[in-house]
């Protein structure tokens, strides 16, 4: 595998020569038992793209592996379900010691082709989290997911016939959903976590608005902000509509309201200076933004103090 770029998985089948186990039994979708496999051992990271989807369900059992996922790193040795889609960096290195267990699921994207799952898979936004932003599954957690995985393997494994497809999706659909179900209860239960984040957020926010140099840096974006707290954008989002019900993007244009307030009420800038110190290029953006969030623009909310 090329070092310095990475490497490229086209097909199931490939990857399931790749990882030395027989062909797939249907080109397009795939579980792999992780205990049948004779993983690749390495001090060296290796970095791979997949043009299918893989969502991972597994457990270590014995040695070390890191897992990247972008930027991000996470260790652990616990059983975790993370999602990768096509043409996302993934790298990983393990040790001589290293052993998991559980399955993984793969699908490509002209498996879905035609039916409205080959759309809203895009609003499964764990698809863009970052490996250290994994689900924990409990044990009747698992139980359910594992029953999905296993109608899909049990229906390849049988006769093909016009309602296999269709019964298939309908099960990776069901999959994805209480994915995302759990995702919520994890967001609930590490309280901890999420409000570290918050408070962090919020000082980040407070000191982007406070320095008195949005004109050279413009408004903040949800991307910068993600940076600074060292997750995924999706991720953060989904923290903060757990736990605020707003997006980053919605807490972010909240804040700024909040700015634009203080000073309409208690300066005689005018709206298109307030504009400038907020970070616009064109006072109309924050009149037009600032009208959105309050039903009143600018001029009328500053003339309701005087």
């Given at each position: 595998?090329?070092?310095?770029?990475?490497?490229?998985?086209?097909?199931?089948?490939?990857?399931?020569?790749?990882?030395?186990?027989?062909?797939?039994?249907?080109?397009?979708?795939?579980?792999?038992?992780?205990?049948?496999?004779?993983?690749?051992?390495?001090?060296?990271?290796?970095?791979?793209?997949?043009?299918?989807?893989?969502?991972?369900?597994?457990?270590?059992?014995?040695?070390?592996?890191?897992?990247?996922?972008?930027?991000?790193?996470?260790?652990?040795?616990?059983?975790?379900?993370?999602?990768?889609?096509?043409?996302?960096?993934f790298?990983?290195k393990?040790?001589?010691?290293?052993?998991?267990?559980?399955?993984?699921?793969?699908?490509?994207?002209?498996?879905?082709?035609?039916?409205?799952?080959?759309?809203?898979?895009?609003?499964?936004?764990?698809?863009?989290?970052?490996?250290?932003?994994?689900?924990?599954?409990?044990e009747?957690?698992?139980?359910?997911?594992?029953?999905f995985?296993?109608?899909?393997?049990?229906?390849y494994?049988?006769?093909?016939?016009?309602?296999?497809?269709?019964?298939?999706?309908?099960?990776?659909?069901?999959?994805?959903n209480?994915?995302?179900?759990?995702?919520?209860?994890?967001?609930?239960?590490?309280?901890?976590?999420g409000?570290?984040?918050?408070?962090?957020l919020?000082k980040?926010?407070?000191?982007?608005?406070?320095?008195?140099?949005?004109?050279?840096?413009g408004?903040?974006?949800?991307?910068?902000?993600?940076?600074?707290?060292?997750?995924?954008?999706?991720?953060?989002?989904?923290?903060?509509?757990?736990?605020?019900?707003?997006?980053?993007?919605?807490?972010?244009?909240?804040?700024?309201?909040?700015?634009?307030?203080?000073?309409?009420?208690?300066?005689?800038?005018?709206?298109?200076?307030?504009?400038?110190?907020?970070?616009f290029?064109?006072?109309?953006?924050?009149?037009?933004?600032?009208k959105?969030?309050?039903?009143?623009?600018?001029?009328?909310?500053?003339?309701?103090?005087?």
């Amino acid at each position: 595998m090329n070092r310095q770029q990475p490497y490229r998985i086209k097909t199931i089948k490939e990857y399931h020569k790749i990882l030395g186990i027989g062909n797939p039994e249907h080109p397009m979708i795939s579980v792999v038992n992780l205990a049948e496999i004779t993983p690749y051992r390495s001090d060296e990271t290796i970095r791979v793209v997949f043009d299918f989807y893989m969502i991972s369900l597994k457990r270590v059992e014995a040695g070390d592996v890191q897992y990247g996922y972008g930027q991000q790193k996470y260790d652990f040795d616990d059983g975790i379900l993370f999602f990768i889609s096509p043409n996302q960096v993934f790298s990983f290195k393990a040790n001589d010691d290293f052993k998991s267990t559980g399955t993984m699921l793969l699908i490509h994207p002209d498996f879905l082709w035609g039916n409205p799952l080959a759309k809203t898979i895009r609003k499964y936004e764990f698809f863009n989290y970052a490996i250290n932003e994994a689900l924990f599954v409990s044990e009747k957690e698992q139980i359910v997911l594992k029953s999905f995985v296993k109608n899909i393997e049990q229906e390849y494994h049988a006769h093909i016939d016009k309602f296999s497809e269709s019964i298939m999706i309908s099960q990776i659909e069901s999959f994805l959903n209480y994915s995302n179900r759990f995702y919520m209860r994890q967001f609930l239960t590490r309280k901890i976590s999420g409000s570290q984040i918050l408070d962090k957020l919020e000082k980040i926010l407070d000191d982007y608005f406070n320095d008195g140099n949005m004109i050279d840096k413009g408004l903040p974006t949800v991307q910068y902000i993600a940076g600074l707290l060292n997750c995924s954008p999706n991720y953060l989002s989904g923290i903060l509509k757990t736990h605020t019900g707003q997006n980053t993007q919605q807490h972010i244009h909240e804040k700024l309201i909040e700015k634009a307030k203080e000073k309409l009420s208690t300066t005689t800038l005018t709206i298109g200076e307030i504009a400038f110190e907020l970070g616009f290029e064109y006072p109309q953006s924050f009149s037009k933004l600032f009208k959105s969030k309050t039903d009143l623009t600018p001029v009328e909310f500053r003339a309701s103090f005087n």
